[in-house]
């Protein structure tokens, strides 16, 4: 019975040996960058430096970018499924409800690059003002806060609600001007949202959803919507 | 269907009893001897090391190891068709001798296929550590995603993702089938719950009439369905090359080349893990030379057709008139590569030669040592192919030299250490050679009660 | 155009913040989007604004187009209005756009070594201006060509100061100008006009890569387009060696070092024969002996009568040596005799419309400001580095001995002591400025982007230095109008009166608005002849005994300037495929005497000094010659120029780049340098083709030959239609497709680096390129098929061939590569799983692979493409013809339901907006009308390896070849 018994301790052995003799050689220069840099333990700390000896990730002539093994996801992903998403703290707790949906302000008002560009468009300081310079805001923190953002000249730190990732190519343009509704993606903000709030995956997949069979492109291509819906396909019409 | 032949062919000590089998074959496994304990350090300091190269080549990417370009294939595939060979000569012993009622593959059946399991693990290692991004890995596999994404089924890739699976589950369910009469003999050697871990795995082996007829109809169909597997998947690992149109790949003949090469590495390695197995565990009685002489026999059959694949090809480069064909294969032997080219040769088509001779096969350090060496050429054979026709691609002005570093040798050290991990856990916990066969080939004895568990 | 908008550039890091952050790893977290506060006009987040500025990389002066993306430059093009590079740009140009990204910027003023403030740095400038005035000590200006106001404010200035003005280019052509003095009397350059050449005999100067503009690529590529002018050139090069431009000779004179001359003044004997000549010239070439000439240079006379006779026949031209000519400025004198004999002056070779060299100086006029250095208060350094440039130490003791030293740099240099104040001027994007390099062309520059650092221009400086010194305030007579508050305000004033007056326009605000937008205005002055008054010949050197030295500038770091832009040795030098270092060229049987190998260096020793370099050795060098390239190799000039390579300047013992006897001995294996070029020539493979020029229109091109080559195809599977296992894929719309001229191409590497501008391509240094992982989507092909008097160079650029039926797209697993309905072999980098299958089986090896994710230091990150994703480690990329700009165009027209006509097409990509020579021609196939269409039924058009049938999106047009030797299509095979 040794033979077992011993035969499961080597394993054991086996994969502490390999993971200690795996990390030791970074013990060095862990402490360097803890020193150098935030002292959060992130595992690139314990990875040894690339054969070249030194970090690779510190060259100052060609720095090399280390695959992080436990990303950092900041708690939180600007896209995926929806009960995921938070509702984010934002600066300034701007209603859309308010301004869409009681003063019946037109979302491009503001978000006034939709149809010229891949952005939308986060409206200027300035877009606010043009009504709130003549808008008391005594007794209004959150106006105050606008005013004091626009006095002091630094933008306002939105954080972004509806993020995706660098490799996809996504225009409003093309969207809007094919007639999609803003809230068949970003649902019903006029009725339903003060923040904005993720209603949707943002996913390829609910992409492609649309991406198929899109009744607005019958209605654009007429005769060549069949053409049109096999170029939706493509996964270079969204992808860089 | 038990065999009712003679068994004057088989060289075997018929002075032996059943139980006198079953304990010399179940010895090794209730001692723990010093060599045992070397092999196994040496095997977790290899692990070690290559574990410490894998994780360089995690997290800063590839280029730790020696690639360059147009060279993206290297040690990595080189290993992966090595394992792959090497995990030809265990189903192919058993399951094609089996049919063909060759008495002298029961030695050695076992270990043989023990062996094809853990040479096919470790292969399947390199498909992961060879991409670039390992992580994402698993895409390879199709599953329905919400990407509503599928997978590229024209890819030669894609067909070796099937074929070394299917080959893996049909080998380890023959070796399973293979090993149940045995598991029931441990299951009665020992005691307590080893004896209950045994017993669960010999799902009630009582070795009645009965089940032996089962037993044997099951053997042999799943003998049947292993059989053509041995052709299919190292024609299908042939094919990543000879389906691409790189130079020195594209070329019709290398399924048949493949497989010839995969059971002539494969039963030399049977050989190379053979002698010191019979040697350590003093099973002279059951594993000697009259089975390494005839694997030796295999090796020098599959050699020679082995060697003619070489000529053929170059014969058919040279016929086509094909500048980029003949190039290529110019090129292996006068230039960046003609060591490798060389080492092939030698170790393949020459060495080998020396088998022809009756005292060279039955001397068991000549089996051993020529055994190492055509291990070593047809791991150069692989080398060969990939690294000199990926360095001279078609176009002159991207020419390049590649050599493995010591990353890329850390990971095949790595590979070496992971398969005799298996095989050494595995001579520690099943019976290495086929106590029930062995048993058959002994003269029955004066009747008695439950013969195949005593 | 108010400035102010461009204050606020950087408040958007937010949106365009992707760039920097991207990444395919499909996690990110939430990110800030910072909104402006005030929006500028013109800028659309997600839009590009182009802004027409002016390139300062060299003296010649193009215009260029700067792509603004959310308050960053992201790219440099060449200006289609501007006359000099008509929309293209060199490879020096585009890598310059690094200069305002370099992270070895300056980030304020410094004085003597220490960070400062402007107030004080400026303050002490002031005091020691009045130091040196109360101690009568001079004033003195040291610096590159500048022109227009510009320079203008500079001489207003220090003339008020009562200080000197030098400006000297290291690669001016001096020599020519002197000459061109002596001959004609005019003080200036001819300017060549190569389109309507047939013959083309350069003695050395390397006028298609560093000797002269664009305009030359574009001559040269016209006379050499049999549909352009109904000829094709001939290019006969007369030189001791073969540079970047005269590998592309057709006939190669290996005419000893030093007796060019000899050789131009033989030719211009036996041309006067030829045509009976009778002009002014006759009288010199009486007593010319040709045989003793041609004996002495050692070419062969049959070549030279030959020449003669095509000179005599029709219209040539000569050009002058270069920097690696011996005795450079007798050849000038030689070669404009010649043109003078061959009748080319005032048809080929003209006066009128010429560089601009009124304030140009001679190295003379530097050493007399380098002698005097002990007399000088304070001198103005801009943006010269006397030190790494000039032989010797004698800059070097000079600076020393100078007072005060203001140097105005962007970026460290050999020439700052210890002592000096560094005002960071800021770089070409984020300032005013202009030039007039060529006669009549004013170019303008305007401020592109909001400077990255705290910096101010140097017109800037001179006027606050005017003002605080009292100058100006319109009392003494020439300074009639008081000084301006801005350069801008200075700028405009003087064009207003400079060019605006000259104008035929009306109104100045429509001038300037258009001058702004056009980036400048263009007179186009008529060009004239001159008369020939050279009283007695040159001095004609003779062979010389020993080894003869001779450097030749890199063809992107030119003479140094450039040294710290890492694309500048990433790119592989076009001829020898090296990156990353300093090479020796030497003769293969010097090579071979030494017992080189590979990675061998070589030890160069001259009187002055000794370097160790790498070596190439090259089928067209003379084994008495030995030539060393420039601008590599810096002592603390910014990390990457100071990172390899030795420079060459250090074995002068005068300030000419040739003629000192140097000896070569093999030194260590140490060299960093590699190439990126697999094999000198294509190994009698099918790859290159030439088309004889005779078979030219007889439809003997390789353009028939598609199908026809090993292995041979039964005819019955193209009769059965049974040839391609898949059908053809369908291209409803587009069939995207490019076709390269090889016959025009002159390898000057511009298409590489527009190509690492516009895709983040990343640059992995000396180090992973010695391992061969250079990441350049385009190679450079360089096959060396001939040697001797027929040296048959051929280039071709090979890029992703976009096959349709492409091997790469069958083997993908995951299905990350595929063909797209416009044609396009598309490659889905956050799909790749890196299993570089694919690129085993691109018979282009067109394929690069990211071994490692290379990183981009700090700054040069904000000059990355947002429309391209940069990718990490384990991705497989390559060409996709820049897919973001067709992606951008069509959505353009699809605003208005069109499809992209084929003039949105032709220059659309960077590679072909770039090229010289205009030899890259993309469009649209399955359009007839569309240029590229017709380029591809080209009776020289060829797909690469066609016998693969891989059905390519890339067709070659075949080099044609004036040999009579029979090489063969294949070289040979």
């Known amino acids: 019975m040794r033979s077992q018994i011993i035969a499961a301790i080597c394993f054991v052995a086996l994969i502490a040996a390999g993971l200690t003799f795996g990390l030791i050689g970074g013990e060095s220069h862990a402490d360097e960058s803890a020193t150098e840099e935030s002292s959060s333990f992130e595992i690139r700390d314990v990875i040894p430096a690339g054969p070249s000896g030194s970090d690779p990730s510190k060259d100052e002539l060609f720095p090399l970018r280390p695959y992080a093994l436990i990303p950092d996801l900041d708690g939180q992903v600007a896209y995926g499924e929806v009960e995921y998403a938070p509702l984010l703290e934002q600066p300034i707790e701007y209603s859309h409800k308010l301004h869409a949906g009681e003063l019946q302000i037109a979302c491009e008002y503001c978000h006034s690059q939709a149809r010229r560009s891949i952005h939308a468009g986060v409206p200027e300081t300035e877009t606010c003002m043009n009504c709130h310079k003549v808008i008391p805001n005594e007794g209004r923190p959150e106006l105050q806060k606008l005013t004091a953002f626009y006095e002091s000249g630094d933008p306002i730190p939105w954080q972004k609600v509806h993020d995706l990732p660098d490799f996809v190519y996504f225009s409003h343009k093309r969207h809007v001007r094919g007639g999609v509704e803003c809230t068949e993606c970003h649902g019903n903000m006029a009725q339903e949202m003060t923040v904005a709030k993720r209603v949707n995956t943002l996913q390829m997949g609910w992409c492609l959803d649309c991406h198929k069979d899109h009744p607005k492109v019958d209605e654009n291509y007429g005769a060549s919507a069949a053409l049109r819906r096999a170029e939706l396909k493509d996964c270079l019409t969204c992808h860089k | ?454 | ?973």
Request: glycine share 8%; aromatic share 12%.
């Open chain 3, 1 to 973: 155009m108010a400035d102010m908008n461009r204050r606020d550039f950087l408040k958007v890091l937010g949106i365009s913040g992707t760039a920097s952050a991207c990444t395919i790893d499909p996690v990110t977290p939430i990110e800030k989007v910072l909104p402006y506060v005030v929006t500028p006009d013109q800028i659309i987040p997600g839009v590009a604004t182009w802004f027409a500025t002016q390139c300062t990389a060299c003296p010649v002066g193009c215009g260029v187009v700067a792509k603004n993306r959310e308050g960053r430059i992201i790219m440099l093009e060449g200006n289609r209005e501007h006359p000099t590079n008509n929309g293209s740009l060199c490879a020096k140009g585009i890598t310059d756009l690094q200069a305002t990204y370099s992270p070895d910027r300056f980030t304020g003023p410094m004085v003597a070594g220490q960070d400062s403030t402007w107030d004080d740095a400026f303050g002490k400038v002031v005091s020691a201006v009045k130091a040196a005035q109360s101690s009568g000590k001079k004033i003195a200006w040291l610096g590159r060509e500048r022109t227009g106001a510009t320079a203008a404010i500079t001489d207003q200035v220090i003339g008020a100061l009562g200080g000197s003005v030098t400006r000297w280019e290291p690669l001016g052509k001096e020599a020519l100008r002197k000459a061109t003095k002596a001959v004609f009397g005019i003080d200036g350059v001819p300017s060549y006009a190569l389109s309507q050449a047939e013959t083309i005999i350069s003695f050395g100067a390397d006028f298609l890569s560093t000797w002269g503009g664009p305009d030359h690529h574009h001559g040269y590529g016209q006379s050499r387009d049999p549909d352009h002018c109904g000829f094709v050139s001939q290019f006969w090069v007369v030189e001791p060696r073969l540079s970047n431009t005269s590998v592309n000779a057709d006939i190669h004179l290996s005419a000893a070092p030093g007796t060019e001359a000899g050789v131009a003044l033989a030719l211009a004997k036996l041309v006067a024969d030829e045509r009976k000549y009778s002009g002014p010239a006759s009288s010199l070439l009486t007593d010319i002996d040709v045989d003793g000439l041609i004996a002495a240079a050692g070419v062969s006379k049959d070549r030279m009568i030959e020449l003669a006779g095509r000179m005599a026949a029709n219209m040539s031209i000569a050009m002058p040596g270069g920097t690696a000519t011996v005795n450079e400025e007798a050849v000038a004198v030689a070669t404009l005799i010649l043109n003078e004999v061959a009748g080319n002056i005032g048809e080929t070779v003209t006066f009128g419309q010429d560089a601009n060299l009124a304030g140009v100086s001679y190295y003379a006029d530097v050493e007399a400001v380098l002698a005097d250095a002990a007399n000088i208060g304070v001198l103005f350094l801009d943006e010269l580095d006397i030190v790494y440039t000039t032989p010797g130490s004698t800059a070097k003791d000079a600076l020393a001995l100078v007072a005060q030293i203001v140097a105005f740099q962007n970026e460290p240099s050999e020439s700052l002591t210890e002592s000096s104040i560094v005002l960071p001027t800021g770089t070409t994007l984020e300032n005013w400025g202009d030039n007039e390099s060529i006669m009549g062309r004013h170019t303008l520059q305007q401020p592109a982007m909001k400077g990255l650092k705290n910096t101010r221009g140097s017109g800037d400086i001179m006027l606050a230095l005017a003002k605080s010194l009292g100058l100006g305030a319109g009392d003494d007579d020439e300074e009639a109008t008081p000084l301006p508050d801005t350069f801008q305000a200075f700028l405009m004033d003087w064009w207003k009166s400079n060019v605006f007056a000259k104008s035929d326009a009306t109104d100045w605000d429509v001038f300037w608005r258009s001058a702004v937008q056009t980036g400048g205005h263009f007179f186009s002055r008529d060009v004239h002849s001159a008369t020939f008054q050279l009283a007695s010949l040159p001095e004609v050197g003779g062979t010389t005994d020993g080894v003869t030295l001779g450097l030749f500038p890199h063809h992107i770091t030119y003479d140094g300037r450039h040294a710290n832009r890492p694309w500048a040795h990433e790119m592989p030098e076009p001829v020898t495929g090296f990156v990353w270092g300093t090479w020796a060229e030497i003769s293969l049987a010097t090579a071979e005497k030494l017992g080189l190998e590979e990675d061998d260096k070589v030890t160069l020793t001259t009187a002055a000094g000794s370097i160790d370099v790498g070596f190439f050795p090259s089928p067209g060098i003379r084994d008495d010659m030995v030539a060393v390239v420039m601008g590599n190799g810096h002592e603390g000039a910014g990390r990457y120029a100071d990172l390899t390579g030795a420079n060459p300047v250090r074995l002068l013992t005068s300030m000419s780049y040739a003629g000192d006897k140097v000896t070569v001995t093999k030194a260590g294996k140490t060299t960093h340098i590699s190439t990126q070029l697999g094999n000198i020539d294509q190994d009698n493979r099918p790859i290159n083709y030439i088309v004889k020029a005779k078979d030219i229109g007889t439809g003997k091109g390789p353009g028939g030959l598609v199908h026809l080559h090993h292995p041979p195809i039964d005819e019955r599977l193209i009769e059965n239609n049974l040839l391609d296992m898949y059908p053809e894929p369908e291209h409803p719309t587009y069939r995207f497709a490019m076709a390269i001229d090889l016959n025009k191409c002159t390898g000057c590497a511009a298409c590489q680096v527009a190509c690492y501008a516009e895709n983040n391509i990343g640059v992995v240094g000396p180090e992973q390129n010695r391992r061969g992982r250079h990441m350049g989507w385009m190679r450079l092909s360089r096959y060396w098929e001939g040697s001797g008097e027929e040296p048959d160079v051929r280039w071709q650029p090979t890029m992703c061939q976009q096959c349709s039926h492409a091997p790469c797209e069958g083997v993908c697993p995951v299905l990350a590569t595929y063909h797209n309905l416009d044609g396009l072999n598309a490659m889905i980098y956050n799909r790749c799983v890196g299993t570089r299958y694919c690129a085993n089986n691109c018979p282009y090896s067109a394929r690069r692979f990211n071994y490692h994710t290379y990183d981009w230091p700090e700054a040069f990150h904000m000059m990355l493409n947002p429309d391209v994703m940069t990718r990490t480690m384990g991705v497989m990329e390559k060409c996709t013809f820049c897919v973001q700009r067709i992606r951008e165009a069509k959505s353009d027209y699809r605003d208005h339901g069109q499809v992209v006509p084929d003039a949105a097409l032709t220059k659309l990509l960077p590679c072909a907006s770039a090229c010289g020579s205009d030899c890259i021609t993309f469009g649209n196939l399955k359009d007839p009308e569309s240029e590229v269409s017709k380029k591809f039924e080209n009776e020289r058009a060829y797909p690469m390896l066609a016998e693969l049938n891989t059905k390519p999106g890339v067709r070659y047009l075949a080099r044609i070849s004036h040999s009579e030797a029979e090489t063969g299509h294949g070289g040979g095979h």
């Open chain 2, 1 to 454: 269907m038990a065999n009712t032949n003679s068994n004057s062919e088989a060289k075997v000590d018929t002075e032996l009893s059943y139980g006198q089998v079953t304990s010399d074959v179940l010895a090794p496994l209730f001692t723990m001897g010093k060599p045992y304990m070397a092999g196994m350090g040496l095997v977790l300091l290899g692990l070690a090391y290559g574990g410490w190269c894998i994780i360089q080549q995690l997290v800063w990417g590839l280029g730790v190891a020696g690639y360059s370009q147009p060279d993206f294939w290297g040690l990595y595939i080189t290993t992966f068709v090595f394992w792959v060979g090497i995990g030809h000569a265990g189903t192919l012993i058993s399951a094609v001798l089996f049919l063909f009622r060759s008495k002298w593959r029961t030695g050695v059946y076992r270990a043989a296929e023990a062996m094809t399991i853990f040479a096919v693990m470790t292969a399947a290692l390199f498909p992961a550590l060879h991409v670039g991004r390992m992580w994402n890995a698993y895409w390879l596999f199709p599953y329905p995603n919400q990407r509503q994404l599928w997978q590229n089924f024209k890819s030669p890739l894609m067909w070796d993702v099937f074929a070394v699976s299917t080959y893996f589950t049909v080998s380890t369910i023959f070796f399973y089938i293979g090993l149940i009469p045995d598991f029931a003999a441990m299951r009665d050697r020992t005691r307590g719950v080893i004896s209950k871990m045994y017993g669960s795995l010999a799902i009630g082996w009582r070795g009645t009439d009965r089940q032996w007829r089962h037993y044997m109809a099951a053997y042999g169909f799943f003998a049947a369905f292993a059989t053509p597997l041995v052709l299919s998947v190292h024609s299908i690992v042939s094919w990543d090359f000879a389906m691409a149109q790189t130079a020195g790949w594209h070329s019709t003949l290398f399924p048949p080349y493949f497989v010839a090469g995969a059971i002539f590495s494969g039963c030399a390695m049977v050989i190379t893990l053979m002698v010191p197995l019979s040697a350590i565990f003093k099973w002279e009685k059951y594993i000697n030379v009259w089975h390494f002489e005839h694997l030796a026999k295999m090796c020098l059959l599959t050699g020679g057709i082995l060697t003619y694949a070489y000529l053929m090809e170059y014969f058919i480069a040279w016929y086509s008139d094909n500048p980029y064909e003949w190039g290529i294969f110019a090129f292996r032997v006068v230039g960046d590569y003609w060591w490798v080219f060389w080492i092939m040769v030698v170790c393949n088509c020459i060495v080998p030669l020396i088998w022809w001779f009756k005292k060279a096969r039955t001397n068991l350090w000549c089996l051993f040592i020529v055994s190492i060496v055509i291990n070593i050429g047809m791991w150069f054979e692989r080398f060969n192919i990939i690294a000199s026709s990926l360095a001279h691609q078609f176009d002159p002005a991207a020419w390049t030299y590649y050599l493995p570093n010591y990353i890329e040798i850390g990971v095949l050290i790595f590979s070496f250490s992971w398969f005799f991990l298996w095989f050494l856990l595995f001579v520690k916990v099943m019976p290495s050679v086929a106590i029930a066969e062995v048993k058959e080939l002994l003269p029955p004895p004066l009747k008695q009660k439950g013969v195949a568990a005593k």
